[in-house]
């Protein structure tokens, strides 16, 4: 869908909704990806192990959660991708928020460190649910569909 076609289904303030979330959500996936590659140090910069080593991770993991988040990010950003590429874009992402606020909570560092490590994820994993609602919206009310209605793509499968 095209941001012209958007502007033509969403109100004014569920496009500030869509947009506002899917900005911090992508925003914070993008820092992610630069930290994984250039500042792997837990928890603050000057720290003796990875993220990845602390929370108990093989150090392959970094790679593959840093290519698949890149891809993620390219998903929902290309105006091109289709629709199935982007909702699994969007469960991706769920997944790696939702695990992480695990990963953090397993290893302590709610306790040890702060709340926050848990939290956070769970924050952005909220305006996640709200970037997906708004787009599920505008593609069923494209589709021609009552918004919260399963459109014929989604009933087929």
């Known amino acids: 869908m095209t941001t012209a076609e958007t502007h033509r ?3 004014r303030r ?9 900005g911090l959500v992508l925003a914070v996936m993008l820092f992610s990806i630069v930290n994984f590659v250039f500042n792997d140090h837990f928890p603050f910069p000057n720290g003796r192990e990875g993220a990845f080593a602390h929370l108990g ?3 392959y993991f970094k790679v593959e959660l840093t290519i698949a988040k890149i891809l993620g ?3 929902l950003v290309i105006p091109t991708v289709p629709f199935k590429v982007k909702e699994f874009a969007y469960a991706g992402f ?10 953090h909570f397993a290893r302590g560092d709610a306790r040890n460190l702060s709340p926050i490590y848990v939290i956070d994820p769970l924050v952005f994993f909220c305006l996640l649910a709200v970037s997906y609602y708004y787009f599920e919206k505008s593609h069923s009310l494209q589709a021609g569909a009552p918004a919260g209605a399963v459109s014929d793509h989604q009933s087929a499968a």
């Open 14 to 22: 569920e496009r500030a909704a869509y947009r506002t979330s899917t």
């Open 9 to 11: 289904i969403l109100t």
């Open 94 to 103: 769920a997944i790696t928020l939702v695990s992480a606020a695990i990963a």
């Open 57 to 59: 991770f093989p150090p």
């Open 73 to 75: 990010v390219l998903a």
